[in-house]
């Protein structure tokens, strides 16, 4: 299973971005998906999740500015990101937790995608 997000880049303060995580592999189903994020200097952060039912979750900090939504036919995740901050600059990374794959016997494991640089200028 992979995770491969996209959409981070340079942008200033007050505009918006949107990212995306597709997962490949043989998923049957992925129970959480979700976004993180990491400045530098500080811990690794849950910014939102969202459960496969369509139950969200937001970090106090990103609350009526980011929402999260996804696809599960196509085992996708977004967060479209509005009225982007400094504060908000950060590597962005996707989770996938409880992923059952088609692999018989395979257990039920998260994954990490790679992180995405969200950059915003003042």
């Known amino acids: 299973v992979q995770l491969q997000a996209s959409g981070g880049g340079l942008v200033q303060a007050g505009r918006s971005l949107r990212l995306s995580c597709a997962a490949s592999g043989r998923i049957r189903n992925i129970n959480v998906m979700g976004w993180y994020r990491q400045a530098p200097g500080k811990q690794r952060e849950l910014v939102a999740d969202?459960?496969?039912?369509?139950?969200?979750k937001y970090a106090d900090s990103v609350k009526g500015r980011f929402t999260i939504s996804r696809d599960n036919t196509e085992n996708t995740v977004y967060l479209q990101m509005n009225s982007l901050k400094p504060e908000d600059t950060a590597v962005y990374y996707c989770?996938?937790?409880?992923?059952?794959?088609?692999?018989?016997?395979?257990?039920?494991?998260?994954?990490w995608g790679k992180g995405t640089l969200v950059t915003v200028s003042s």
């Open positions: 989770k996938a937790d409880g992923v059952l794959t088609t692999v018989i016997g395979a257990p039920i494991e998260d994954y």
């Open positions: 969202i459960t496969r039912a369509g139950l969200e």
